[in-house]
């Protein structure tokens, strides 16, 4: 668990929004990654199940040797607290835990320890132009499963 992550990468949280977008109006699970302090990526696991009310994430399937620091999921109803479910999973998936909501704007998303209370999560541009490209080609290629 990385407790010195300070920020997350604009187009990881824009990632983050454009598939609970994409998702809506079923829920969407991950782990979250970081690298040097940073939130980077968000980590999709095979067999993750999901529905209007719930999304079940198969940890166990995650590649080994990520460096995971939480988690992140959407609630479609717009209402980004925490469940009581939610709450069960944060304290046992790292200390960074984002929860995104409809209508997946800017604004629409909170990161909470593994308490559930609150946390300041700066919002960086940072830029890699090779990394870009790579998530554009992630984020059409999930539009797409999405889609099918």
Not at 27 to 41: P, Q, Y
Not at 54 to 78: E, I, K, Y
Not at 108 to 130: A, F, M, P, Q, S
Not at 136 to 141: A, D, G, P, T, V
């Amino acid at each position: 668990m990385n407790k010195k992550v300070k920020a997350i990468r604009k187009d990881a949280l824009n990632f983050i929004l454009e598939i609970g977008e994409s998702a809506h109006p079923e829920e969407m699970v991950g782990m979250l990654t970081a690298k040097k302090k940073v939130i980077t990526d968000m980590v999709l696991a095979p067999g993750t199940y999901t529905s209007d009310k719930s999304a079940v994430m198969r940890v166990n399937q995650l590649p080994m040797g990520l460096n995971t620091v939480g988690s992140v999921h959407s609630h479609p109803s717009g209402n980004i607290s925490p469940s009581k479910t939610d709450l069960e999973m944060f304290s046992k998936n790292g200390d960074f835990h984002i929860i995104t909501g409809y209508p997946f704007e800017k604004n629409n998303w909170v990161c909470y320890n593994r308490k559930g209370e609150e946390r300041e999560l700066e919002v960086r541009d940072i830029e890699n132009k090779e990394e870009d490209n790579l998530w554009e080609k992630e984020l059409e290629r999930l539009k797409e499963d999405i889609d099918e």
